[in-house]
C-alpha cells in the first residue's frame, strides 16, 4: 500500500504504481464513511488495482484520476454529503472518452488537509474535520452535478458487475445488485437459498430505492434528511425527536427498511398526514391517539344528545303484501332511537304506525321498501283424463304394465330418454302404483289438442280441466270425486246409510326460484271402490308424494294408476246348461278384459305483478 502526506496547497500530479493486467478495469465503488471528529474518507474501489493521479484543481476542488478506467453507465451520479460532519460536499464521477481515464471529482466546503491510501483494488481518501457544519443541499450553492457528467462513455465491452460496499447514502439500482451478486461469484445454490429465505419472510414490504449505509454516532435529524433527498417525499420532524445513530450496512437495503429500522431503535413511530411523513416519539404519538378517541367520543356524545334534541315525527306506514306484525316488525324495532322511539302494527289496515326522528323513519322506509315485495304468483293448470294404455303409449310414454299385488317402493329416481320419473312410496297391494314423468319443451296447448281429439275418438275420457292461481309458497288444492254409499248396522241390526268420499286429491305447492324456475311439491291421493256391490265397500287407495324442479311452462304428467276390469257372462238354455258337460252344448260364456289409466297433466306458469310502493301518511 502507498499513502500521500497531507497537502493543503498544488501539488504535482503523483502516481502509484498497480500491477499489469490485460482485463480491463472498470470502478465499481464509490464510498463515504463519517468518522469520530468530524473526520471522513471517501473509498474508490475498481475491478483490479489501477494507476492513479490525485490533483488539487483549486482550494476546495480535488481531482483523482483513475488510469484506463471505464466508468459504468450505473455510476454516473454524484454522491451529496452536505448534512453529514465532513469536509465534503459531493463527490461525483466522469468518464473521459478520449484517454479512456475515469475521473471522481471532490468538492470540499473549504480547504482542508487530506491523505490517500492504496491497498489492492481500494483507494481511500481521507479528510481532516472542516469547520463549516452541515447544511441543507440548496444552501451549499454547489454547481449542477450533471454538468460533469456532459462527456458519455465510449469505452467498449460489457458494463461489468459491481460489489456492494461501505456506502451512506449510495443510491443502488436493481440492476446494480444484480451485477454485484455477479461479481461475487454466488453459487447457484447459494440464490436459490436466498431466494427461498426472502420467499417465506412474513415482515413487511419494503418497495423504496435500496441504499448502503454507514453511519457512526450521527445525529438522527440529518439521517432523516438523508432519507428525505433520496425518497422525495416531504418530512416533517417533532422538535423532541433527538438521539444518535450507528448503523451499518453494507449491502443495499430499501431506504423505508432503514427507516422503519431507525424508528425501532430509537422509540419514534411514524404517521402518514397527507403527502408529510411526521416523526414522533412513541409517547406522543400515544397521547395522540387518546385525544383524539376521546375527541371521537366527545364528538358522537354530542350527536347523540343533539339526535335526543331532535322532534319526534309520527308516521303510519301502510303495508301492501307482507304481513306488518309478523314479517316487518322484527326488522323495524333494533333501529329506533333507545327509549325515545316507538313502533306498532294497525292489524285491521295492516300498517305500521312509527314515532320517531326523522331520521330513524327514513331508515324504516328503506327497510320496508326492501322487504315489502310483491308476492310471484303461479297459475297451475291440469288435466285429468282416463284413458286407454293405447293412448299413453302414443303420448310417448309407456309406464309399464303393474297388476293387482304389485307394489312400487322407495323414493327411487329412473331417467330414461332425457325425461325424469319418480317413483312414489310404497303404495298397498291391493292398489296399484303411479309414475311421473317431464315433458320438457311440448307446449301444454299441444297436448290439450291431443287430448280432446283422443276424446272425440273414444281413447279418453277427460274428467275434470281444472285451473288455479296460488301464491308463491302457497298450496294449491285440486279435489274431485263422489260420495259412495253404504250400509252401516248397529248391533240391533238396523241398517243406516252413509256414505264415504271417494276422491281425486291434487296437491301442488310452488316454490319460484331466483332464476325464474319452479319447485313444485305435488301429493296425489285417488280412492276407488273395489267391491260396490257389497253393504260396506273395500276402498282402494293411491296415494303419490314427490317435490321436483321445473322450468316455466314445462308440463308434468302423473301417470301409471291403471284401472283394471275384469268381467264373466253366461248365457244359454235354462235347465239343460246345467247338465255337466252335456251343458256345454247349450250354453257359451263369455270373459272381458279392459284397461283404463289415469293420467294427470300438471302445468305451472309464473305470473308477475306490478311492484307498487307502500302508502304513506304523516
Do not use: C
Not at 500500500?1 to 480491463?24: G, L
Not at 471528529?37 to 492513479?52: D, I
Amino acid at each position: 500500500a502507498t499513502e500521500k502526506p497531507a497537502a493543503t496547497d498544488t501539488a504535482p500530479a503523483a502516481r502509484t504504481t498497480a500491477a499489469k493486467s490485460d482485463q480491463p478495469a472498470w470502478l465499481n465503488r464509490i464510498d463515504f464513511s463519517s468518522e469520530e471528529a468530524g473526520k471522513s474518507s471517501v473509498l474508490v474501489g475498481t475491478t483490479r488495482p489501477v494507476k492513479y493521479q490525485i490533483t488539487k484543481v483549486t482550494d476546495k476542488r480535488l481531482q483523482l484520476k483513475l488510469l484506463d478506467t471505464s466508468l459504468p453507465e450505473y455510476r454516473k451520479r454524484a454522491l451529496i454529503t452536505t448534512r453529514f460532519q465532513s469536509a465534503v460536499d459531493r463527490v461525483t464521477p466522469t468518464q473521459q472518452s478520449k484517454t479512456k481515464d475515469t475521473v471522481v471529482v471532490f468538492e470540499l466546503r473549504e480547504a482542508v488537509p487530506y491523505f490517500v491510501k492504496q491497498t489492492d483494488n481500494v483507494i481511500r481518501v481521507n479528510f481532516a474535520p472542516s469547520s463549516i457544519p452541515p447544511r441543507p443541499y440548496e444552501d451549499a450553492k454547489l454547481p449542477a452535478w450533471k454538468r460533469v457528467l456532459a462527456e458519455p462513455s465510449t469505452a467498449p465491452g460489457k458494463t461489468p458487475p459491481a460489489t456492494a460496499g461501505k456506502a451512506t447514502i449510495a443510491a443502488a439500482a436493481g440492476q446494480e445488485q444484480k451485477i454485484a451478486k455477479q461479481e461475487l461469484g454466488l453459487a447457484k445454490e447459494e440464490m436459490s437459498l436466498a431466494d427461498r429465505l426472502s420467499g417465506v419472510s412474513k415482515g413487511p414490504k419494503y418497495t423504496g430505492e435500496k441504499i448502503a449505509l454507514d453511519f457512526y454516532d450521527t445525529d438522527i435529524k440529518n439521517v432523516f434528511r438523508i432519507l428525505r433527498e433520496i425518497s422525495g417525499k416531504n418530512f416533517a420532524i417533532d422538535k423532541n425527536v433527538t438521539g444518535k445513530v450507528t448503523l451499518t450496512l453494507d449491502k443495499p437495503v430499501p431506504w423505508d427498511q432503514v427507516l422503519d429500522l431507525v424508528l425501532k431503535m430509537n422509540q419514534l413511530g411514524v404517521t402518514m398526514e397527507g403527502d408529510i411523513v411526521r416523526i414522533a416519539t412513541l409517547n406522543t404519538l400515544a397521547q395522540e391517539e387518546k385525544l383524539k378517541q376521546a375527541r371521537a367520543k366527545a364528538t358522537a356524545a354530542a350527536l347523540n344528545q343533539q339526535k335526543a334534541l331532535e322532534p319526534l315525527v309520527t308516521e303510519y306506514i301502510a303495508i301492501n303484501y307482507s304481513d306488518a306484525a309478523t314479517e316487518i316488525l322484527p326488522h323495524i324495532k333494533p333501529i329506533l332511537t333507545p327509549n325515545r322511539g316507538q313502533v306498532s302494527v294497525d292489524t285491521r289496515n295492516n300498517q305500521l304506525i312509527i314515532s320517531d326522528t326523522a331520521e330513524k323513519i327514513e331508515q324504516a322506509r328503506q327497510i320496508v321498501d326492501i322487504i315489502d315485495k310483491v308476492t310471484p304468483q303461479v297459475i297451475i293448470e291440469a288435466r285429468i283424463v282416463e284413458a286407454n294404455t293405447n293412448f299413453s303409449r302414443e303420448l310417448g310414454f309407456d309406464w309399464g304394465e303393474i297388476s293387482l299385488g304389485d307394489v312400487l317402493s322407495g323414493a327411487n329416481t329412473l331417467t330414461m330418454f332425457g325425461l325424469a320419473s319418480n317413483l312414489p312410496a310404497t303404495i298397498p297391494s291391493a292398489v296399484v302404483g303411479g309414475s311421473f314423468q317431464k315433458l320438457k319443451g311440448t307446449p301444454f296447448s299441444i297436448i290439450d289438442a291431443k287430448l280432446i281429439a283422443s276424446e272425440t275418438e273414444g281413447k279418453t275420457n277427460i274428467i275434470s280441466s281444472p285451473k288455479v292461481v296460488t301464491l308463491d309458497n302457497k298450496k294449491a288444492r285440486i279435489k274431485q270425486g263422489l260420495e259412495v254409499p253404504y250400509l252401516e248396522r248397529d248391533s240391533s241390526g238396523n241398517a243406516t246409510v252413509r256414505f264415504k268420499n271417494v276422491d281425486l286429491l291434487l296437491e301442488v305447492t310452488p316454490n319460484i326460484t331466483p332464476d325464474n324456475r319452479i319447485v313444485m311439491k305435488i301429493f296425489v291421493t285417488k280412492n276407488d271402490v273395489v267391491d260396490p256391490t257389497a253393504d260396506q265397500p273395500a276402498l282402494s287407495t293411491n296415494e303419490a308424494e314427490t317435490e321436483l324442479l321445473v322450468d316455466d311452462g314445462d308440463t308434468i304428467v302423473i301417470g301409471g294408476i291403471v284401472k283394471s276390469t275384469i268381467t264373466y257372462g253366461e248365457k244359454g238354455i235354462p235347465g239343460l246348461r246345467k247338465l255337466g258337460v252335456l251343458g256345454w252344448l247349450f250354453k257359451s260364456q263369455t270373459k272381458s278384459d279392459s284397461r283404463n289409466e289415469l293420467l294427470i297433466f300438471i302445468t305451472p306458469r309464473i305470473v308477475k305483478l306490478e311492484q307498487r310502493k307502500s302508502g304513506r301518511n304523516i
